[in-house]
């Protein structure tokens, strides 16, 4: 049986035009996401994994070929709409964090909400059931710098979950973590994966890439191998 | 939401903010400050003017000031001299007017023994003076008809005038000199303060017939006061006054008149107009540190916007338009500079209160304190315009960042 497809990328390619010199981050990408899969990318620095990233997140524009979100081609949405689906149907967690110095946990995990169209009064429930399955919740009113790297990190999955997106797309998120911090985030991912939620995860480890399902690897801007992942983490059957 | 995410990156470096809005602050406390002071002094001429009747009408040689010629020409003007009086008293010529009381003015040192004054001397009538200012002596008598037709040289001081002099010791009767004439006290005025400009303590009055003829040696005053019949409209009275002196000088047209005269009505007008345009001229100048003020908020939000790239990249990230973010950073510089303008406001609102207090306790000026509420809203106004001019560049800046490039940023 198959599934709709969430995410559907054909013949992808981005060229990054300076000047007179033209780089190729991604060519040819084509693949297909469907709801409820774990999936990790992986391959060497500079083999366009981030690039491909900010394209599926609609940061960024392909140069060539054709993204579908949801069955709608992006080429085709505005920048307003765009954004009201980096809002709502897309969570981003980055390997550098991103949190706002200034503002408590959540504060932070509110952010997202403020661009969304959910009735403020909902906004602080929300955050904290947010903030309830990363398992944060006696951390909210800390400011991140009194945070230790993976409380950082589940904070930033929190911010991510906060508008209860279809997909998680995450850059490194253990690539500043130690390998017992990195692997309890992934954990959290996991169960997150478990409850139903597409996940996408980009990193350069094994070990991180062993938690997903699937693994496309990159070389050079190219898919070179898309395949189920063997490894043991997976007891139940897609 | 937006205020409370302008005022949380605010108040994250309130030092700064403080700085950055001094410009600000600066400009409307000198904008607020110039129109409240305009407008009060203006009100207090206005209405002291109205405590003195609107039976009147002053008579200037000259034409009517438009120019700065031709305010010298008025000053020096000698056109007006006592044929024209006496064509004026005549009832069948302007049958309003009830009393003409010609002015010169003398300047000069009077000195008695050591002492010496500088004082304001009016040639003057002495009930001129009492009908106009409802001023009459304290102490000993005026003048008469007779002192004027007879040129005596006698005179009603002010109270420091008759202090500065005569300590405090009795002063009728004494005589001081002036350009080489004694003059005999016959009067003092009890201390009045200051009235339209003028110390009413620091005058003398001598006939006027005195100051001109044998003080200043001269054919022609500088003014006529007129009183008007009260039941008399002072239009018509004015248009007979002119007709009158057409004729004693032999005019044939309005347009070259050498005398200008000027009803209550107009002296308000005149006021207005001059207040205005000083206001104006002021305002414009407080303006220049509004602007260097805007460039200041202008550069902080350009600092700021480059200091919160990752912010903004977030922001884009978790789905801010750029209208969202063009929004925020305009909200942080109006808040800036409305917050400017209401510390300007509040300060020139304390210097007003402090400047009318001083002309109250220490110049006896009836001078209340005043702040008119479109200065409190030209204030705000324009801090908030300034606020909105200067952030649009930043804000811009801030929305059109790519949220790749932004996220990146080392
Ligand atoms: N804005 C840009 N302009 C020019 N070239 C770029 C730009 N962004 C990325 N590239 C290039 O595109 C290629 C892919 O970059 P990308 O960031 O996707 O790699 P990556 O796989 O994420 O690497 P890493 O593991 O180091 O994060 C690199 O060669 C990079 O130099
Ligand atoms: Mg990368």
Redesign the interface.
């Given at each position: 049986m198959s599934q709709p497809n969430l995410i559907e990328v054909k013949n992808v390619a981005k060229i990054y035009q300076e000047d007179t010199v033209a780089t190729a981050a991604l060519t040819n990408i084509s693949f297909n996401v469907t709801e409820g899969e774990f999936i990790a990318i992986m391959g060497a620095s500079g083999s366009g994994k981030s690039t491909l990233l900010?394209i599926l997140?609609l940061?960024?524009h392909p140069s060539q070929g054709i993204y579908r979100l949801n069955n709608v081609n992006t080429a085709e949405l505005t920048?307003?709409q765009r954004?009201?689906i980096?809002?709502?149907k897309i969570g981003?967690v980055?390997q550098?964090f991103?949190l706002?110095a200034?503002?408590s946990v959540l504060e932070n995990v509110m952010?997202?909400l403020?661009?969304?169209s959910l009735p403020?009064s909902q906004h602080i429930a929300r955050a904290k059931q947010a903030l309830a399955q990363v398992d944060m919740t006696h951390r909210i009113d800390h400011k991140p710098s009194q945070l230790s790297g993976g409380e950082k990190q589940r904070t930033c999955i929190a911010?991510a979950l906060v508008?209860q997106p279809q997909v998680l797309l995450a850059d490194e998120p253990t690539g500043n973590l130690d390998s017992i911090t990195g692997n309890t985030v992934m954990e959290l991912i996991d169960h997150l994966h478990k409850q139903g939620l597409t996940i996408i995860v980009i990193t350069h480890e094994t070990p991180t890439a062993d938690y997903a399902q699937r693994i496309i690897k990159l070389r050079d801007g190219q898919i070179i191998s898309d395949q189920l992942s063997q490894a043991r983490h997976h007891h139940y059957q897609k | 939401m937006l205020l409370q995410t302008a005022f949380t990156s605010l108040l994250a470096n309130p030092g700064r903010s403080l700085l950055t809005i001094l410009g600000i602050v600066i400009g409307i406390i000198a904008i607020v400050l110039v129109i409240a002071l305009g407008q009060g002094a203006q009100n207090l001429i206005v209405s002291e003017l109205e405590n003195f009747g609107a039976n009147f009408i002053i008579i200037r040689p000259g034409r009517q000031p438009d120019t700065p010629t031709d305010i010298a020409e008025s000053i020096l003007g000698d056109s007006i001299k006592e044929k024209d009086i006496f064509a004026l008293r005549r009832p069948e010529n302007a049958p309003g007017v009830v009393s003409v009381d010609p002015a010169v003015l003398v300047t000069g040192e009077a000195t008695y023994q050591e002492n010496i004054f500088r004082p304001m001397i009016f040639g003057w009538t002495a009930n001129a003076m009492e009908d106009g200012f409802g001023i009459r002596p304290a102490i000993g008598t005026t003048f008469t008809d007779e002192d004027i037709r007879q040129r005596a040289k006698v005179a009603i001081i002010g109270a420091t005038m008759k202090e500065e002099l005569f300590g405090s010791s009795d002063a009728i009767g004494r005589s001081f000199k002036l350009r080489g004439h004694n003059i005999r006290v016959i009067g003092v005025y009890p201390p009045s303060g200051q009235i339209m400009s003028f110390n009413m303590d620091e005058i003398a009055i001598v006939p006027y017939s005195t100051a001109q003829k044998d003080i200043l040696g001269i054919d022609y005053y500088v003014e006529v006061f007129v009183r008007t019949d009260p039941d008399a409209d002072i239009e018509t009275v004015a248009e007979d006054i002119r007709a009158t002196l057409r004729e004693s000088h032999g005019i044939t047209a309005a347009a070259k008149d050498d005398f200008f005269v000027w009803t209550q009505k107009d002296i308000v007008n005149r006021l207005g107009l001059i207040t205005q345009t000083l206001t104006l001229f002021l305002v414009a100048i407080a303006s220049i540190s509004l602007l260097v003020g805007g460039i200041g908020i202008m550069n902080i939000m350009l600092v700021s916007v480059t200091e919160r790239t990752h912010e903004i990249g977030l922001r884009k990230a978790v789905g801010a338009t750029n209208s969202n973010i063009m929004r925020q950073f305009l909200a942080e510089s109006i808040i800036l500079t409305a917050t400017g303008g209401l510390i300007g406001t509040g300060i020139a609102a304390a210097l007003v209160f402090i400047i009318t207090w001083i002309a109250q306790t220490q110049y006896q000026i009836a001078w209340p304190f005043y702040l008119p509420p479109f200065a409190i809203l030209l204030g705000i106004g324009m801090a908030t315009i300034v606020g909105l001019v200067f952030g649009i560049y930043p804000a811009r800046k801030a929305a059109l960042k790519d949220p790749i490039v932004s996220l990146r940023y080392e």
């Open positions: 900010h997140g940061l960024d920048d307003i954004s009201r980096r809002n709502n981003f980055f550098a991103h706002l200034r503002t952010l997202p403020q661009y969304s403020r911010r508008t | -």
